[in-house]
Nanobody
């Protein structure tokens, strides 16, 4: 069993930056593909960015060029750095870890971008 705990959300202004962290419990973290999803009110949960065990990265078009996903296997932590924040980035951000058929989710952290 893997537990994921997100942190770093909050209330931010447009144009600002944030860094989300997701700390994972348990061993074998380096073997997991990790991802950040988000869900805005009234919308489906969508993939924001992912990083696999080889550090191959994927970004949704909506955040590409202003976001960076990274992982530190020594700290069992994955990060999401987002710059040039927009009001449409407002959502609950979820961390996901997966390995084969096993999928784990964090509880989510709220990000609100507003002036």
């Amino acid at each position: 069993q893997v537990q994921l705990v997100e942190s770093g959300g909050g209330f931010l202004q447009p144009g600002g930056s944030l860094r989300l962290s997701c700390a994972a419990s348990g061993s074998m973290f380096s073997h997991y593909a990790m991802a950040w999803y988000r869900q805005a009110p009234g919308k489906q949960r969508e993939l924001v960015a992912s990083i696999d065990s080889f550090s191959n990265r994927y970004y949704a078009s909506s955040v590409k060029g202003r976001s960076t996903i990274s992982r530190d296997n020594t700290k069992n932590t994955v990060y999401l750095q987002m710059n040039s924040l927009k009001p449409e980035d407002t959502a609950v951000y979820y961390c996901q870890g997966s390995s084969g058929p096993l999928v784990y989710w964090g509880q989510g952290t709220q990000v609100t971008v507003s002036s």
